[in-house]
């Protein structure tokens, strides 16, 4: 349909790999922290197509201004999500394949270059707004691993900063291999999930988790050692509450509770290795690297700890409540 159309896709973060990153078409999730190009698309789009998403307040922003500019045709099997969170102009209660293939079979082929050349400049703004860094960042973490696995890897997160890094830039291929907690946003969700995935697949998985996520459900380490599941865990470490600190600078002035754990310097290898899993230590991508390799080819459980700045922000930014004019895609000079 988007060919037919000369449309561009993008996706909620619970849509990511339905779409292969590869796809010249697909800009990436949108909303909150989405991508730039896919949220400004959809800000400037006269026709967005829903298939599926639920218009949560993380995507869509304020919802007011999140429609004055485009018509929108919602598309679900559960009639119940029609109109709920946002009054679509057609609703269509049905599964998403066939009604897209019925779409598909009434629409002719369109071209639009004016659009497109709007959205590659959107595009390249968004390029243009990436900070390079001396230290290791979030996103080299990310592509590291991505280099490293497979494409039938199930990639798996815990809640935090460290989620919304790998939904904007691991670059899936195949689909159903993003594994992430939603609308409930439970810390501790990824090990657990890490190691049912592993147990309903066979493929090779990751869990990427952060120090606060990954405390407070370490423990099942023990299961994936005593059933010999080969769960690799990357552990971005900033020994801080990540997503809470960046809210606390951005929108409380900086009065941090409970969210800088400075004193706590947790050894996440050193407990690896107390459960009799494999620890390692990464400060460097070379590191990471040696380490990802080591991992892989143990075929038991790793726990990579991966040092990160906790100054890092995840950007661009839609404030809550705000909108797309609002939209923070850089902090400080």
């Known amino acids: 349909l988007a060919e037919l159309t000369d449309a561009y896709i993008g996706c909620s973060m619970m849509g990511i790999s ?13 909303g909150m922290h989405g991508h730039y190009a896919s949220s400004m698309a959809q800000a400037e789009a006269d026709l967005v197509i829903c298939a599926g998403a639920r218009f949560s307040d993380r995507a869509t922003g304020k919802k007011d201004v999140y429609t004055r500019n485009c018509r929108i045709i919602h598309i679900d099997i559960d009639a119940a999500e029609i ?14 394949k066939s009604t897209l293939a019925k779409l598909i079979s009434m629409v002719g082929k369109k071209s639009n270059p004016e659009w497109k050349a709007q959205v590659e400049k959107f595009r390249a703004d968004e390029a243009a707004s990436l900070v390079k ?5 979030p996103y080299d973490i990310v592509d590291v691993v991505n280099e490293k696995m497979p494409e039938n890897a199930v990639i798996v997160t815990d809640v935090g900063q460290h989620q919304m890094w790998v939904a904007q830039r691991y ?8 594994i992430s907690s939603g609308g409930l ?7 657990g999930a890490a190691i049912g995935s592993y147990e309903g697949t066979k493929d ?12 407070m459900n ?11 599941i080969p769960v690799i865990v990357v552990v971005m470490n900033n020994h801080v509450l990540g997503m809470v600190k960046q809210w606390q600078t951005l929108f409380f002035d900086k009065h941090y509770s409970n969210t800088i754990l ?17 620890g390692f230590c990464a400060t460097t991508t070379e590191e990471l690297s040696k380490a990802l390799d080591e991992a892989i080819a143990s075929k038991r459980p790793c726990v990579i700890d991966c040092a990160v700045d906790e100054n890092e922000f995840v950007l661009p930014m839609l404030p809550p409540g705000g909108c797309i004019d609002n939209i923070i895609t850089h902090v400080g000079g």
């Open 18 to 30: 339905a779409v292969p990153f590869s796809n010249p078409r697909f800009l990436g999730m949108q």
């Open 83 to 96: 109109d709920k969170n946002i009054i679509s102009d057609v609703g269509i209660t049905g599964d998403i």
């Open 133 to 137: 860094s001396d230290k290791m960042t």
């Open 171 to 178: 670059r899936f291929a195949k689909p159903r291999k993003f």
């Open 185 to 191: 946003g439970t810390m501790g969700f990824g090990l």
């Open 204 to 215: 090779p998985v990751i869990l990427f988790t952060g120090d606060g996520s990954f405390g």
């Open 218 to 228: 370490l423990n099942e380490l023990a299961t994936a050692v005593s059933f010999d």
């Open 262 to 278: 400075d004193k706590r310097q947790t050894k996440f290898s050193k407990i690896a290795e107390a459960f009799g899993a494999l």
